[in-house]
């Protein structure tokens, strides 16, 4: 009985020292990567199992958006202060704290200036209003609970210039309403173009990789202005083009096939007969083109058709006939002749 008596108690201990180690408070531990939605940093912010210190600010925020680090030691002394001992740093010397935000990028603002000025003035559609800032312009961090729109408070525009100038608004934001959100620049209506990212020579062909498209201003642009650049690829430079420059149709050609004094192979075709002979041209062609050719062997010039590089075809819809079968009807009884 003694025994059991004893075993028991050895037993109870372990659990009622399990209870009070259960009931106990988690040791206050730093957190490495802080993020804050406050102007102020907190202890609960920066340590787990803070305890009742938790709410105490003792850093200000950095700016919407901004992360900034801060050494452990100053973190330690800082929260010090308040009763909080005994952090487990995890060796770490420095940790980081960000400010969370909502960023307006440059393409909102562009596109939210366009759109008042597409409204207020009809200058054409905002998709086709390109925007031009007068001064570099980074993005707009707000609050992270604010999700209201860009509101134009105030808008100048001329027409002729395409001159602007704006001030906007973000509603609900401290932060904003502490600044002004003003803007200037030109906005133009523009449209798609081909342009060239290389300077081509006269002659050279255009591959997609010479091409890419941009909004350029409608100034700019010429009503055979190309928007497609698979109307251009394959097609030859009429003339040297320079690299940036927005094509247009008549910029353009058909590859030159055949050039200027260019030894060709002439072809000459009927329904049963093919015959090739050396010629030379006495012009340049593309395909297609109806150009002039001297035979290498009788020194007579001869009119053909494009058709391949080096290659110029002369085509007869049927053999031809001596000029004695020339007055045959269409029997083919002969008719005599006048005398």
Do not use: C, W
Request: aromatic share 2%; net charge positive.
């Amino acid at each position: 009985m003694i025994r059991i008596l004893i075993l028991a108690l050895l037993l109870a201990v372990p659990a009622g020292a399990a209870a009070q180690t259960g009931d106990a408070p988690l040791a206050p531990s730093l957190r490495q990567n802080v993020i804050v939605t406050d102007e102020l940093v907190r202890i609960g912010d920066l340590i787990d199992n803070a305890g009742p210190a938790a709410q105490i600010a003792v850093f200000r925020a950095p700016d919407l958006g901004a992360t900034g680090t801060v050494a452990v030691h100053r973190v330690v002394d800082a929260v010090r202060a308040h009763d909080v001992f005994a952090i487990n740093t995890y060796g770490l010397k420095e940790i980081t704290v960000t400010r969370a935000s909502r960023n307006i990028g440059n393409t909102d603002i562009q596109e939210r200036i366009a759109s008042a000025i597409a409204g207020q003035y009809r200058i054409g559609e905002a998709k086709n209003i390109g925007i031009t800032f007068d001064r570099n312009v980074t993005a707009i961090s707000v609050e992270p609970g604010i999700v209201g729109d860009l509101a134009v408070t105030r808008l100048s525009f001329d027409p002729r210039s395409g001159r602007f100038d704006v001030t906007l608004d973000v509603p609900g934001s401290h932060v904003v309403r502490r600044g002004t959100l003003r803007f200037t620049g030109v906005a133009a209506e523009v449209f798609e173009t081909a342009v060239l990212t290389r300077q081509v020579a006269r002659g050279e062909v255009l591959r997609a990789s010479d091409i890419v498209i941009e909004r350029r201003p409608k100034r700019e642009l010429s009503a055979d202005s190309v928007a497609d650049p698979g109307a251009v690829i394959g097609m030859a430079a009429r003339a040297p083009i320079r690299a940036g420059q927005s094509l247009r149709r008549a910029d353009l050609m058909k590859p030159e096939l055949v050039a200027r004094n260019e030894p060709v192979t002439l072809i000459f075709q009927a329904p049963g007969i093919s015959l090739t002979v050396r010629g030379t041209a006495t012009e340049p062609g593309t395909k297609g083109d109806v150009i002039n050719v001297v035979n290498t062997h009788s020194k007579r010039q001869i009119q053909g058709v494009v058709t391949g590089p080096g290659e110029v075809t002369v085509s007869s819809g049927r053999p031809r006939i001596t000029a004695s079968l020339s007055s045959e009807s269409v029997t083919g009884t002969p008719r005599r002749s006048a005398q």
